[in-house]
């Protein structure tokens, strides 16, 4: 080819980019969309990006049916490469100017050949869903149909790179089952996250059923668990998930990142104080978290949704932790099948990326009932068991006021693999509450006694004795806690921890069975 010709086709490449680029599923909707106030996918990842980052991969795909080809620039979906704070990442969502955005055959495989190219490089990967569901008559028949089964594979990531989702509109289909096997998921308010559409219902079952209460923010972020956080604007989905990438590797081989130290770390004699030493007050265990993390460190994750139990990212000495919490302010801190699930979540993703975890303990136990029991509390319970004796993270425990039950146990305590167990010297350790134990064992007794002054100052006396062997100090006496602390050293402790686990090996991803575990 002449040189002039060259430049011909360079030219006119760079102007089929543009008119893709710009116009994408048509000029007047995408000047709809601004005039609305509603962001093209193009806006969302520009403006989740750095600025002038993205470099588009498929830009000239399009429809595979022949009468389709003009009208389906990029086939629905968008995508390529950029960076985040100079860090890279494939970031791709879905093109509502586009037949709605639905899944097609070309889209999805763009989409599976981001997942590989993300993979390949070890960098997290970004998606925007707002999908209307697969696109017919593209997956009507049989070939249709097994096509988009690339999508699926994406579950086979076993989390070696980070992978967030932003709900940003009406999702259905595809979307949203991309946003099930994310680690990370956003939501705007206004937006629906779902299965299949209010519209399907009314026309399959009858149901007739609003897109917010099939799935909107609220449904998730309170009752279903699917989100990690339900957010205003759009520009708070972006922050959030830039924000959430900032704790972790680009993948499941590196470190986490270590952010600035903020310097010597002193006694903190006000901690203690946050939390009342009656053992049935309540109180907002999020204050003693943040007194602990370094200071604007705390993400907290679905702070919606089972409120018993905090879940969240944070840096401790610049190291970036997860952080489990019983938290008494709501439902005494107890654990139930919901809570355990926001754990387990938590210890998924910490265990894939190498992120220790610190728990702060203050549980009354499991919660007990026919509703946590038909809600399967027996499997929750135990299969948060399972994750922290299979997670291979570091851990670190503490005691702040008591451990009931199992729940000890279930919250990382006595023979459990955590690697640093403390207590606060006030905490209490036991089968269950001293009251409710000396009801239990000895109710019988104490109903003999006629005298009610008399059946409770016997009452009290059980309790006292019963409370003693409850005291950290007869569980340190026989290496199940390995030491009493000074609250007011807790942050300092874990910090030394926390430089001293620093130098470990990191295992395989391989050898890390709890990282191969789904996230939802």
Known sequence: ???????????????????????????????????EGTPTVRDHIEGFLDGGSFREIGTFSRSMRLEDRDRTPGDGKIGGHGTVEGRPVAVFGDDITVLRGSSSIVGTRKEYRLFERALAMGVPIVHFGQTGGARIPDTMGAEGISEPGDLFTMAARHHQVPMATAIVGQSFGGSSFLSAMSDFVV?????????????????????????????????????????????????????????????????????????????????????????????????????????????????????????????????????????????????????????????????????????PVIFIVDVPGFMVGRRVEHDRMLHWGMRMMQALQLASTPTLTVCVRKAFGLAWQAMNGSQM?????YAWPGAEIGFMDPEVGVNVAYGTKLAQIADEDEREAERARLVTEVAEATSPYEAAGTMRVDEIIDPAETRMILAEDLNSLASRSLPPPESRPLSWWPSC
């Not at 693999?417 to 167990?421: E, I, L, Q, R, Y």
């Open 1 to 35: 080819m002449a040189e002039a010709d060259q430049h011909e086709a360079v030219r006119e490449l760079r102007e089929k980019a543009v008119t893709v680029r710009d116009e994408m599923g048509g000029a007047e909707k995408v000047e709809r969309m601004r005039t």
């Open 417 to 421: 693999p955590a690697h640093g167990v």
């Open 187 to 355: 939501m705007t308010e206004g937006s629906c996250l779902a299965v299949t559409s209010p519209r399907v219902f009314e026309i399959a079952t009858g149901e007739i059923i609003s897109f917010e209460e099939v799935g909107g923010v609220a449904v998730h972020a309170e009752t279903t668990g699917q989100i990690d956080l339900g957010v205003e604007a759009d520009e708070e989905a972006w922050a959030a998930i830039r924000r959430w990438l900032s704790y972790l590797p680009s993948n499941a081989h590196q470190p986490p990142p270590r952010g600035e130290p903020p310097g010597e770390i002193e006694p903190d004699p006000g901690l203690v104080g946050l939390v009342p030493t009656q053992r049935t007050r309540g109180y907002d265990m999020r204050r003693v978290v943040t007194r602990l993390c370094d200071e604007g460190s705390v993400f907290e994750l679905q702070p919606r949704y089972a409120r018993s139990v905090v879940s969240a990212l944070a840096r401790i000495d610049g190291f970036s932790v997860g952080v489990v919490a019983n938290n008494p302010m709501f439902n005494a801190g107890v654990l139930d099948p919901e809570s355990c699930h926001k754990i387990i979540r938590l210890m998924t993703v910490c265990d894939a990326f190498n992120l």
